[in-house]
């Protein structure tokens, strides 16, 4: 078989780096094959992952290749692992990857997306079991399947570029680094503090402290901008801002409850900045005496008249809003840029009058330190100027629409505040260099010889002394227009507050509903989907908008917005705060999947961060912050209570993991003490469905209280086996948690039902929580069941005990298997579905029909007389099986669901007939402690002497009020060992006659033969032998039936069969006597070893 014929790798200038190559098995072409080697010498592949220039795969070729072979670079990075078979002369080929004959695919971005990816489709590699099986097999891959497991282009890849080039033309808007993210987090961090209350701080805290203001503010800033940027780095990140951010890292409780207080909070910061730009504009028609109606109503008009403008910007699309911003962004770097010229321009005597004297040492110095004014200080000038450095979530809050947001919001985010920290420092300076503190605007207040001049003022020939006593209008502390004053033109000035506070709530406007749809999306809240659906090109979610406009406008109307403004503040402080916690979080759980690219960051710095937060917000406002946390919690206790089916993955879950190992780890150091004994149990329910009763029970006394593992074994073909099992794992668990069963679900495949069990007995649990009790139903079935499964139940009771595990076998007379009902069910809720399909359809029909005017009303309404018909008749059908199908299995349906409700007043019956080390007596107490057991008497009945009962019965009760265990009656049975009636005993003997070998009655060699055959069956030396303990059993269910009918429940010592000597049929034939016709049984026998103390 030769290899090299097959087509060259880089004959074709769009060929693939990892081909397909067909392995030719005809000999015809030999001869071709030895010229092709004797004319050139052999080729070999060299791979290099060390490349410093290219670092990428560097490949020998032939002499005269060299062209082919860059074309081949050029065009790889459009053909990289695609696939694709070639023709050979026969039927056999195999997928080749970089030289090996292997199903393997190379690694690819395609396999590691998301479902329904928005950047490209997902598709799923070969699996495990694809690749083992024909790697054993050495199987041929079929024509059909060559582009399935290709290197990630098949039908699917073919579905990734339609969608790619659908996505082209639809024409998606996505913004870079500069305009989605730097561009809006400048135009938020500048707002009108900048303009108007930035000297006044200065005037307060002087320029050191003011500095310090500013560094304190920055700090917070930074540390959440730090922490965002690891959190953005670590995962491709989608829309939502803050509320994806943190969701996505601490789950949907914290990310629920904070991203509804955060869209608020943006909505409500729209009124707040328009309002701040109306009473700029009322203050200007003051000026000009052209007020419209009056200052408030003025307010209110010009702030809904500008609402709206923002709202038809923002609904016209984010390319739109987008401009609009740069446009602002152009009118308030002029604003800034005419302050700095104005102060380097020679001022006047009126500007020098208002305190303005350009740069002066005198006042640089005078300015220096704080001169805290009217009880202000330096935590209520901090709690002032704060507001003014947030607005850093501006461009993460359109994440969905920036082309990288990975990289896009921790450049844009750290570099906006690099600038704006720059200038309100250089501004500050500026201002507090220039303007004194106190000024008349008296160009008259001039030095006059002779009189006392006190502050920098004097020195340049002004006296503004009198300031002290009296109030004056100029200067840092009286006048919030220093800006415009200084500035070269003024008016620019009242431009840049008009851009500020417009660029504010326009970014404020879009960020609201940007979050709050993606809220609405992931359906965290269930009454909000309405709000989740986007229109246009960019998804705009404009019922959203429209939303945010009417929360907009009532705040406008109100127009109290002093009262609400620190609590906005305290909401956004408390985003910054679980930002930082979220980074500290994932860090602190040292989840393998928290990988950030963005490595400048520290868990101890994000925690710092994320304290300092809070902090602030106590210090801005103690009854706000308060209010934020209240509203917080109270969304994080509904969000847990209603628990959303999402999994992100969240390093909330990571914690629990660790949490989890770290426990059981210290719980391995913890020694074992019999105080601290609790059922740990393996149910063997299989489906934990398809048993509910035995599950109900167990976990009864299990829940909150111990370990309980549902069990099943798979039977048959391992492939099939594993398959069906590992399908039907989460199906199973998440069964157990929707329905409050405080349980895990375990399986396992095996060769029978015995090998099954024995792995599950060894191998389950982890540490200390290790099973140590086996609870089993009764085998109902025994006498119609094959031997095998006969030998195998009583086996798994056997290994039990080998493996010194207590025992629990429960009997109920309607037996526990109810998959005969299930699988019933099931078929009608398919016939259910088909039928409301069917309707469906119908209606959709009627609907088209009717629109073809009055011939098609005439058809409608004969349509609609057939479909009622068909529906009653249908429906009527259902009924009927519904209800055959309910009378048929309504006892069994009631038994799997007895030990779900309340018991009721009643007894249960402990027939403590051995000592097994108390747990046939700690069972049924515990089930007295649970709320649907509660009303139920314990009444204990045990073996004893007939002269001797009041001695026996004393010490029985002695004993277990040394256990503290309370009884209503105890009762000393003094006839089990007489023998039963003959009803009683020929019952018995009919039950084992069909299991009887009857050797006695036959020649010693067929009684050998027939042992040798059927080695299951119930010998006469061995029912002589095992007589007595026959009665003793037959004679207890008399007994039961005379004293226990009427119980809730019989707690039973399980009689126990010796390994090798009592047969399998005799021992069942005891159980089925034993718990004949009786309420439900518990027979128990515990390890024998104590499991109650009375020992402090």
């Known amino acids: 078989m030769s290899m090299n014929n097959a087509p060259n790798v880089f004959s074709d200038p769009n060929a693939n780096r990892f081909q397909v190559n067909i392995i030719n098995e005809d000999h015809d072409n030999n001869e071709a094959t ?57 039927k056999m080929y195999y997928l080749q990857t970089f030289g090996h004959n292997t199903m393997d695919p190379v690694p690819k971005i395609d396999y590691y997306r998301n479902t329904g990816s928005v950047s490209g489709n997902k598709i799923n590699r070969p699996s495990l079991l694809e690749i083992h099986e024909q790697l054993a097999k050495n199987i041929a891959v079929s024509t059909g399947s060559v582009e399935r497991v290709a290197n990630g282009e098949s039908a699917a890849g073919d579905e990734t570029a339609a969608s790619k080039e659908e996505e082209n033309k639809s024409g998606f808007v996505k913004f870079g680094w500069v305009k989605g993210v730097l561009v809006r987090c400048m135009l938020n961090i500048w707002g009108v503090m900048l303009f108007i209350r930035l000297s006044w701080i200065v005037g307060q805290a002087g320029i050191g402290l003011g500095i310090i203001v500013i560094a304190l503010s920055v700090v917070v800033t930074t540390l959440t901008g730090i922490s965002m940027s690891a959190i953005c780095t670590n995962g491709v990140v989608r829309g939502g801002g803050a509320y994806y951010l943190i969701s996505r890292s601490l789950g949907p409780e914290f990310g629920g409850s904070i991203g509804l207080i955060f869209a608020f909070a943006n909505a409500v910061a729209v009124a707040m900045y328009v309002v701040g730009f109306a009473e700029t504009v009322v203050e200007l028609l003051k000026e000009s005496d052209t007020l419209m109606v009056d200052e408030s109503n003025d307010i209110r008009i010009i702030g809904t008249i500008t609402v709206v403008c923002l709202l038809g910007i923002s609904v016209a699309g984010m390319e739109w809003e987008a401009k609009a911003q740069v446009i602002l962004l152009i009118v308030l770097l002029i604003a800034i840029a005419n302050f700095f010229i104005g102060t380097v321009i020679p001022t006047n005597t009126e500007k020098k009058a208002r305190g303005f004297f350009n740069y002066q040492a005198s006042i640089f110095a005078e300015n220096f330190g704080p001169e805290f004014r009217s009880g202000e200080g330096f935590f209520s000038v901090f709690a002032i100027f704060f507001p003014a450095a947030t607005g850093i979530l501006a461009g993460a809050n359109i994440s969905g629409d920036l082309k990288d947001p990975q990289s896009a919001i921790p450049q844009g985010t750290m570099l906006a505040i690099l600038i704006t920290t720059i200038a309100y420092i250089a501004v500050l300076i500026c201002a507090a260099s220039c303007v004194v503190r106190d000024a008349t605007g008296n160009i008259n207040d001039t030095v006059v010889p002779g009189m006392s001049c006190n502050g920098s003022a004097c020195g340049l020939g002004y006296d503004f002394s009198r300031c002290a006593s009296q109030p004056c209008d100029y200067g840092l502390m009286n006048n919030f227009q220093v800006m415009s004053m200084v500035s070269a033109f003024g008016p620019l000035i009242t431009a840049g507050i008009f851009s500020a506070t417009l ?11 940007k979050v709050f749809q993606a809220l609405c999306k992931d359906n965290v809240y269930k009454g909000l989907e309405f709000f989740a659906k986007g229109y246009g090109k960019n998804n705009e979610p404009i019922r959203g908008y429209v939303l945010t406009f009417v929360i907009a406008m009532a705040f406008i109307l ?36 928290w990988r950030p690219a963005f490595r400048y ?21 103690w009854w706000a912050a308060l209010i934020t946390y209240a509203i917080e919690f109270f969304l994080y206790i509904y969000v847990t209570y209603k628990k959303p089916e999402v999994n992100w993955g969240s390093s909330t879950q990571a914690l629990y993991y660790v949490n989890a190992l770290d426990s059981a780890l210290a719980l391995t150091t913890v020694e074992d003490h019999v105080k601290n004994f609790r059922p740990q149990c393996i149910a063997l329910t299989g489906a934990p469905m398809v048993r509910p009763a035995l599950l109900d029970i167990t976990h009864t006394f299990t829940k909150n209280n111990g370990l309980c593992i549902c069990c099943e074994v798979y039977m048959g073909p391992r492939k099939l086996c594993v398959k069906e099992m590992n399908s039907g794992m989460e199906k199973k668990q998440a069964w157990l948690t929707k329905n409050k069963r405080k349980a895990f679900y375990a399986a396992v495949a095996a060769d029978s039902f015995r090998d099954g069990v024995k792995s599950l007995l060894q191998a389950s649990g982890l540490g200390r929580m290790k099973p140590n009790t086996l609870v089993i139903g009764f085998k109902k079935d025994w006498r119609s069941a094959p031997a095998t499964q006969v030998e195998n139940y009583v086996g798994v009771i056997h290994d039990a005990f080998d493996f010194e595990l207590g025992v629990i076998i429960v009997r109920i007379s309607q037996g526990f298997d109810i998959s005969q009902v299930l699988q019933v069910q099931e078929e009608l809720e398919k016939l259910e579905q088909e039928r409301l399909a069917l309707e469906a359809t119908i209606k959709e029909n009627e609907f088209e029909e009717g629109k073809r005017g009055i011939c098609g009303f005439f058809k409608k309404a004969s349509t609609l007389n057939i479909s009622k018909h068909e529906t009653k008749k249908e429906s009527s059908i259902n009924t009927m099986q519904s209800m055959h199908v309910g009378e048929f299995n309504q006892k069994l349906l009631e038994a799997s669901t007895q030990f779900k409700k309340k018991q009721g007043k009643g007894t249960i019956d402990i027939w403590w007939l051995f000592d097994d080390g108390g747990l046939t007596i700690l069972i049924p107490y515990i089930l007295t402690i649970r709320k649907k057991w509660k009303d139920c008497k314990l009444r204990i009945f045990t073996g004893g002497k007939v002269n001797r009962i009041e001695e026996e019965k004393l010490g029985m009760a002695s004993l277990l009020s040394k256990f503290r265990i309370k009884f209503a009656d105890i009762n000393i049975i003094c006839d089990i060992n007489i023998k039963p009636n003959k009803e009683s005993w020929k019952f018995f003997e009919e039950m084992i006659e069909p299991y009887r070998l009857h050797e006695s009655c036959k020649d010693i060699t067929t009684a050998e033969k027939l042992k040798r055959e059927t080695p299951w069956k119930i010998t006469d030396a061995e029912l002589e032998a095992f007589k007595e303990k026959s009665y003793r059993q037959v004679r207890l269910n008399e007994l039961l039936q005379e004293h226990s009918r009427a119980a809730n429940l019989i707690v039973l010592s399980l009689p126990v069969a010796r390994k090798g000597a009592v047969s399998d049929y005799l021992y069942l034939a005891w159980l089925e006597i034993l718990s004949k016709n009786l309420p439900p049984v518990l027979m128990v026998r515990g390890n024998h070893k104590n499991v109650l103390t009375f020992y402090s």
């Not at 072979?69 to 050979?88: I, R, V």
């Not at 660029?503 to 509903?513: K, W």
């Open 34 to 90: 030895q010229e092709d080697v004797g004319s050139d010498p052999p080729h070999y592949e060299e791979t290099s992952f060390t490349d410093e220039t290219q670092n990428r795969l560097r490949i020998s070729y032939r002499p005269g290749k060299r062209e082919l072979y860059d074309n081949f670079l050029q065009n790889a990075e459009k053909t990289e692992a695609s696939l694709h078979p070639y023709d050979t002369h026969t």
């Open 503 to 513: 660029s504010s709530a326009l970014a404020s406007l879009v960020s609201a509903p």
């Open 558 to 593: 109100i127009a109290e917005l002093n009262t609400i403004a620190p609590i906005i503040s305290n909401f956004f402080l408390a985003s910054y705060a679980l930002i930082n916690f979220s980074c500290f979080h994932a860090s602190y759980a040292k989840s393998p999947g």
């Open 601 to 621: 960051y520290n868990m101890w710095v994000s925690l710092f961060g994320a304290l300092l937060c809070c902090g602030v917000m106590f210090v801005i406002n």
